[in-house]
């Protein structure tokens, strides 16, 4: 077992080897511009990024031509966001989305507001959960695109998408959906959960950084958005700019592979979850899972530690790669919004630790892992003045802290 | 961020961790901070009849920087008298420590902690002085 060990999968993952063998070709044999029409160079280069496409739009059940590619899922939200906004400007001004969403989906829309738009961004539950019926109450006759997430990135848990895709489709209203956790790795298509558009990423699926998706609907209905970037009118008019071949011929390998162990994968890490987690839950008392108990993505545990911070936890195992919704992890020292919006106390949200595995974890990272979090959180609750007042049996929420 | 090896040392080995009696008269208390910011500490002083203190306990929920303020301040706290303890200043922790700009906070709260804890002691002594005069006859 190699040190330090990598638990921070939904955070990045590593390139698997078979996506680096795809991509090498395209560096220095095949290293053609695809837009050049005139040569073999350009021809070969052109191929690969047609399978690529293929082999992303397999992946959601969607044609080859309603995929384009972008530097990433940011850009992908951005082009869907602000791209459909400008393009259905006349027919309405108004936008639902939802508080935990990422800041690739909220920072367009906040940026939209302060440019006409009214965007009507919905509460969640207290597992991070939206409801069909929020989305129905909050539509009005100049909504034109709802954006909810498929998997939430910090606590894992999933959206009913498909009855919100539903529902749009009923009134009529675009339905994008960041699909960037659970692209490629869980069932997801586009035609039976009514998506219009879908944002995905490379390298949240053993593919490489710099490269993503958007999925943009063709029929019924055919959806246009303008473009962000102009200069050539690549990809349709919707992303000029030369295509990052060996990124997208890598994005494509990884795509294929992760459908093609997709049940597996699913069943695997699945079980080395909830190791971890009943390793977790069953030596430590006090803490708490964040996120939906079920309906979440298979690798994500979102777990907060009462009476320890987590960037001291983190140090009491930092030969385990993690994140935490401390504040003091934060270059802004806000503690997580995406925990403050489930209606956690702050002192919940500074003792968060998300653990998210993968591909490569193997069930004795995850046992070394369990000894190594029970066993700092056990010496920190015996530094921590809050355990110790808990213990004594003072109630904490009726104290009088003396802030500065 | 990575730490540096004081803050790392503070962290793995602290310094004075525990209590004292708070209802010992010679013990002063200090709790400062708050759970939604992410950082309390409570520190304590035991003083000799000179005032001068014997022994510092803390516990601290804190980041790695918070526990090391406090550990430090502990130790540093430690055979001086309680006036001379007020004299400890943040700067001097953020320097001893190599606290980056982002965690200079956390020496600042260590320095109210140190400050609580010694008025808490002043308090009993204050208090109990004329107490102690009267029933002295």
Same mark, same amino acid.
């Given at each position: 077992m ?10 990045t993952?590593?390139?698997d080897?078979?996506v ?20 073999e ?9 047609e ?17 384009i ?13 602000k ?21 690739a989906v ?7 507001e ?39 990135n ?10 919100i ?19 490629a790795?869980?069932?997801?298509d586009v035609?039976?959960? $009514?998506?219009?558009?879908? +944002?995905? =990423?490379?390298?949240?699926? &053993?593919?490489? *950084?710099g490269? %993503? ?38 994005m ?6 992760c ?20 390793g ?44 935490s $919704?401390?504040a003091?992890? +934060?270059? =802004?020292?806000?503690?997580? &919004?995406?925990? *403050?919006?489930? %209606? ?8 968060s630790?998300?653990f ?29 003045p809050l355990y ?7 109630d ?5 802290w003396?802030?500065? | ?82 006036d ?23 020496s600042?709260l ?28």
């Amino acid at each position: 077992m190699k040190l330090p060990i990598y638990m921070d999968y939904n955070a990045t993952t590593p390139v698997d080897p078979r996506v680096v063998e795809a991509m090498m070709p395209y560096f220095t044999g095949d290293f053609g511009n695809a837009a050049s029409r005139n040569h073999e160079f350009g021809w070969k280069a052109e191929e690969g990024v047609e399978h690529a496409r293929e082999q992303v739009a397999a992946a959601i059940n969607a044609s080859p031509k309603e995929i384009i590619w972008t530097s990433g899922a940011t850009e992908s939200n951005n082009i869907a966001i602000k791209g459909i906004a400008a393009m259905y400007r006349e027919k309405g001004n108004h936008i639902i989305s939802q508080v935990i969403e990422h800041k690739a989906v909220i920072d367009p829309c906040k940026y939209l507001e302060q440019n006409g738009f009214r965007v009507t961004f919905l509460p969640v539950d207290k597992h991070g959960m939206i409801h069909p019926d929020q989305v129905r109450e909050a539509m009005t006759d100049q909504t034109i695109l709802v954006s909810i997430m498929h998997g939430n990135n910090e606590i894992g848990t999933i959206n009913p998408v498909k009855e919100i895709g539903a529902l749009c489709k009923e009134k009529g209203v675009i339905f994008h959906t960041d699909a960037v956790q659970t692209f490629a790795k869980l069932p997801i298509d586009v035609e039976a959960m $009514g998506i219009d558009l879908l +944002s995905c =990423s490379g390298h949240k699926i &053993y593919g490489p *950084k710099g490269i %993503g998706a958007l999925y943009v609907r063709r029929k019924r209905p055919r959806v246009r958005c303008e473009p962000v970037i102009h200069g050539g009118g690549h990809e349709r008019g919707m992303r000029s700019g030369t295509l990052n071949v060996p990124g997208i011929v890598g994005m494509g390998k990884a795509a294929e592979l992760c459908v093609q162990n997709q049940k597996k994968e699913i069943e695997g890490v699945t079980g080395l979850r909830e190791r971890l987690r009943e390793g977790l839950f069953g030596r430590l008392g006090e803490i708490y899972l964040n996120g939906h108990p079920t309906q979440r993505i298979p690798n994500n545990l979102n777990i907060s530690f009462l009476y320890v911070e987590g960037e001291s936890l983190m140090m009491g195992f930092n030969d385990i790669a993690v994140s935490s $919704g401390s504040a003091c992890t +934060s270059a =802004s020292l806000e503690p997580s &919004y995406v925990l *403050k919006a489930l %209606g956690l106390g702050d002192d919940l949200a500074h003792s968060s630790i998300r653990f998210s595995i993968g591909r490569f974890t193997t069930e004795e990272e995850i046992d070394y892992a369990v000894e190594r979090v029970c066993s700092a959180v056990e010496k920190l609750r015996e530094m921590s003045p809050l355990y110790e007042m808990a213990q004594e049996g003072i109630d904490l929420s009726k104290v009088q802290w003396a802030a500065h | 961020m990575s730490y540096s090896p004081k803050v790392v040392d503070h962290y793995e080995r602290p310094r004075n961790v525990g209590s004292l009696d708070k209802n010992d008269p010679n013990v002063g208390t200090g709790i400062v901070g708050a759970p939604e910011c992410g950082d309390v500490m409570k520190l304590q002083i035991k003083c000799d009849e000179a005032g001068r203190i014997i022994d510092t306990k803390f516990k601290t929920f804190g980041c790695g920087s918070a526990i090391a303020s406090s550990s430090l301040a502990t130790e540093w706290m430690k055979g001086k008298t309680v006036d001379e303890a007020l004299e400890i200043k943040n700067t001097e922790i953020v320097k001893e420590l190599s606290l980056p700009p982002v965690k200079i906070h956390c020496s600042v709260l260590a320095e109210d902690a140190i400050r609580a804890a010694i008025n808490d002691y002043k308090q009993k002594h204050e208090t109990m002085a004329p107490a102690e005069a009267s029933a002295g006859r």
